[in-house]
């Protein structure tokens, strides 16, 4: 399958670079002409164990690629992973750069393959990908949810220092969508993964498992240090 991820930061890169790694094409979309330049010079613009080594297998075999150029990469493209930033202010997430994202793939949609998925990977509160991404990609593409779009949501379950090593072998894949088309879409995607429990929700659901997934750690975190510190 070909892969358009936008964002190239954490999540994205680490995203793109492993499922290049067992077998799809990816292209990563970066405004940063430096990240971009980084990315295709086998280096991350960040340090995370054992990335340094898959960028070079991937991108000099050239089943992974980074690029500014939006266009370029939706050519024939079947999943776009959205990976951008939703920063917390400690009240609520902004998210500008989700909503700046969905309007720039919107735009091109009609490059891509004729039946098209739109991922969310960012953490989004539950509504976001239903309610907020969904109709801006159907204000400003021709495309219609349910037709020839999918909507899903993926979220991510990775810890800095060991990212490489938990994308590649996960406890779970949760994919929510809900739509089938689109849902089977991403199974495809992660084929790969022989062995994973792969988890289909809504997609409420799947933002939900997210928000989860990060209050029981931070629950486990904190009960640890209070019994250590006690």
């Not at 430096?34 to 991350?44: D, L, P």
């Not at 050519?75 to 902004?94: N, Q």
């Not at 735009?107 to 739109?118: D, M, N, Q, R």
């Amino acid at each position: 399958m070909k892969i358009v991820i936008i964002g190239t930061g954490y999540v994205g890169l680490v995203s793109g670079a492993c499922f290049s790694d067992v077998g799809h094409r990816v292209i990563c979309v970066d405004t940063d002409p430096a990240r971009v330049a980084a990315v295709n010079n086998c280096k991350a613009p960040f340090h995370e164990d054992g990335l340094d080594a898959i960028l070079e297998r991937v991108v000099l075999s050239g089943s992974l690629e980074a690029t500014s150029d939006l266009a370029y990469a939706m050519v024939d493209a079947d999943i776009t992973l959205i990976a951008v930033g939703t920063p917390f202010d400690g009240s609520v997430i902004d998210l500008k750069y989700i909503k700046q994202a969905t309007k720039d793939v919107a735009e091109v949609l009609h490059l891509a393959a004729a039946y098209h998925v739109v991922c969310v990977k960012s953490t989004v509160i539950p509504g976001t990908t239903n309610d907020v991404v969904g109709p801006i990609l159907e204000e400003h593409s021709k495309r219609k949810i349910g037709t020839d779009l999918g909507l899903a949501m993926n979220p991510e379950f990775l810890a800095e220092g060991s990212a490489v090593l938990d994308f590649m072998n996960p406890d779970r894949i949760v994919i929510g969508s809900n739509n089938d088309q689109a849902a089977q879409a991403l199974i495809e995607l992660y084929k790969p993964f022989v062995g994973t429990d792969l988890i289909i929700t809504q997609l409420a659901t799947a933002e939900m498992i997210k928000y989860t997934s990060n209050a029981f750690l931070a629950s486990v975190i904190s009960f640890s240090n209070e019994i250590a510190n006690l």
